[in-house]
């Protein structure tokens, strides 16, 4: 037996923490490449396009600001609901407020992130060397994921995780692909930003151990939509949504094809039969598409798991 | 060296749980002391700062009421445990049930026949004065007559070092999660000591609870469903309905979780709507159901009142339990116990004077000085006149207060409560402490050997509540 509100709790901690871990990467990527970026006369970090690739609102002027003040405001800045400190904390709160469905472990270790991130940004130094911070979201994400999968019964409540994460990394890896997809016509980006784009979805080792250092954005594409084994792709994250699904719905005794299974297995069926040519011929419809499908997902799961309405529920 | 450690070491007139008058170690806290001879302050801070780090990291926190930034504290804990002997547990925990006992049969007679306010041994304009008195509840059939299920009676020792009880929490009582997590993180920093003595285990409160809500289930179901209802996050003891929904493995709900249909109660699941038979409820009478109580409420569910009354749900503690905690109500609890037992009560009473007696009121307004008023409406220490240490101000406050409400006032000798060992910046000082056993009552008693003992952390204090710089530290009550 699981609460709607319970449920509704498990699948943010997860999409909580996946966005926390998508920022903080980013982070960590557009400033290692900004270090190499070209001198003269355009020396600006161009963070335009950090926030882009977030979905989020440039403040005015940023492109001329620097690390210290970028890090500030996305990693720390508790008013801006986005920031890595901002999403952690939310994850958090609604883990307190599942405290007794999640293991003691799961508590601790997101605690003890939380924890972390709030010391880092008392003592400041995180803004003059912000790459370890951004490894301690990562890991501490990372470890959060294999002490849930370790202590916490493979029941509802952990399918209700799963959802939650791969709803958010498909969205967050679509639009990084679009950002780069868009840009790259526009102005032929160069292989720096491509590379860029692998490392921010973790994805540069299992990309040349797939075609070897060669990138070719038509290979990157198809690498971060289509790859069926790589973790971060966005078909691998549409068949974890879709068979986590399905496997609530058989855990709770429903009958099969409910709603939110039959919008999944759309949305992983579009990417398991696409192909990259086709895509490429418009990408941004076929990504828009993709986030479309997703949000249609989260809806159905609101709509039969979480808010349903009562009078369909009761006893006759 | 010892001479560091217990420099300080000051002797009052209260009892203390270490020495005896002479000064002399009591034989159950030798092997304590000659631990705490042979450390250093280095090694104890050390161990302070394990032990705090434990209680951080579990997230065992309390949120400061009144306090916009929501800030969660860590309950203060002290590192030296309060050592209990067995014969002396033996008699709290007899003295303990028989209260209990009474108070259990006090309330479902004040709720139905009414004998003992007919033969006049509780006033009956002192109960219709009650605030906690709920008309709604006279003649609804309680499953099994307990009313009470879980207690946490406050025992402090007098100067004589007999444990005398200081008030009965027949509400919502708090504070055994911090019972559990004391004992676990003493355990953890000091092994050795532990292993020395042989302390009776408290590990099985979670078990025990379930037992005692089981028995309450109304319909004969094989698995009934139980369930911890909390006013939500933000409640100051959210920590523990958390903990206890996990250690008993039932839900957790708030109050949006649940509805009635047809005075059957229901939880929102994702499988549909799922029956409720038991609501261990850590939410005020006042806020249970916004149809019957207070209409503002939002912690509560809309027509609970009326499916408890029609018998298709059990709440624990039941409705109106309220009554018998009431500071003035305490006063007749040896009466009580004389009334339905015919025993003398084991436990004694602290002296306790009711301004709304003429007599009563006449003494307390002439020894305002020297005695504690209470308010019988408040809990957490807020609300009170220590008179030794007030100022002339508050005690014409208190004397305008009382004339103007008498009823809404109890008065009791300033009690120099018991001090323990403590270890307070780096040394070993003496500290007002209290006790708060949890008692359990389903089809019998229990009572897990131990408690929650308070410490008054400011030094001379007399208050050992969270809200007012108090901290607790591990019980241990020994094997025979």
Known sequence: MLLSRVADALYWISRYLERAEHTARLIDVRLDLGLDRRRGADEAWQFERLYAALRLVAPEGVGALGPATLVDALMFDASNRDSVLSCVTLARENARQVREEISSEMWEQINALFLRIKQAQRERTALARPHYLSRAVIEGVHLFQGVTDATMGHGEGWQFLQVGRYIERAGGTAALVDLHVKAGAAAGAGPVEWLGLLRSCAALEAYCRCYT?????????????????????????????ESALRTIARQIGRAAGGRPER?????????????VDEILDDPHAF?????????QVHAAI?????????????PA | MSDNLFADYGRHRAYDEMFDRSGDVRPHCAPLFDELKRASPDQLNELQLEADKAFLTQGITFTVYGDEQGTERIFPFDLVPRVIPAAEWQTLERGLTQRLTAINLFLKDIYHEGRILAEGVVPRELLQSCRHFRREMRGVPVHGDIYVSVAGTDLVRGEDGRFVVLEDNLRVPSGVSYMLANR??????????????????????????????????PRAAAEPTIVVL????????????????????????????????DNVVYMRATAGLRRVDVIYRRVDDDFLDPLAFRADSRLGVAGLLNAYRAGNVSIANAIGTGLADDKAIYAFIPAIIRFYLSEEPILANVDTYLPSDPSDRQYVLEHLDELVVKAVGESGGYGMLIGPHSTAQQRDEFRAKILADPRNFIAQPTLALSSSPCFVDGRVEPRHIDLRP???????????????TRVA??????????????GSKDTWVLED
């Open chain 1, 213 to 241: 250092a060669d990138l070719r954005p038509r290979r990157i594409v198809e690498f971060l939509l289509l790859n069926v084994e790589f973790p971060r792709s966005v078909r691998f994250a549409a068949a974890r949504v």
């Open chain 1, 263 to 275: 919008l999944a297995g759309r949305l992983h069926a579009s990417l398991d039969y696409g192909q």
């Open chain 1, 287 to 295: 990504l828009d598409g993709i986030t479309r499908h997703a949000s």
């Open chain 1, 302 to 314: 609101y709509q039969s798991y979480i808010m349903y309405p009562i009078e369909s529920a009761l």
């Open chain 2, 184 to 217: 676990e993180v003493t355990k953890q920093v000091m092994p050795g000591l532990f292993d020395r003595y042989h302390v009776r285990p408290i590990a099985q409160y979670g078990q025990l609870l379930l037992a005692t809500l089981r028995a309450l289930a």
């Open chain 2, 230 to 261: 909390t006013p939500g996050v933000g409640n100051s003891a959210y920590f523990e309905h958390a903990f206890l929904a996990r250690e008993m493995g039932v839900a957790l709900v708030e109050g949006r979780d649940l509805l009635v249909h």
């Open chain 2, 438 to 452: 949890y008692v359990l009552f389903g089809t019998n008693v229990s009572i897990v050997p131990g408690g929650l």
């Open chain 2, 457 to 470: 952390l400011r030094k001379g204090s007399l208050v050992v509540n969270s809200s007012q710089g108090g």
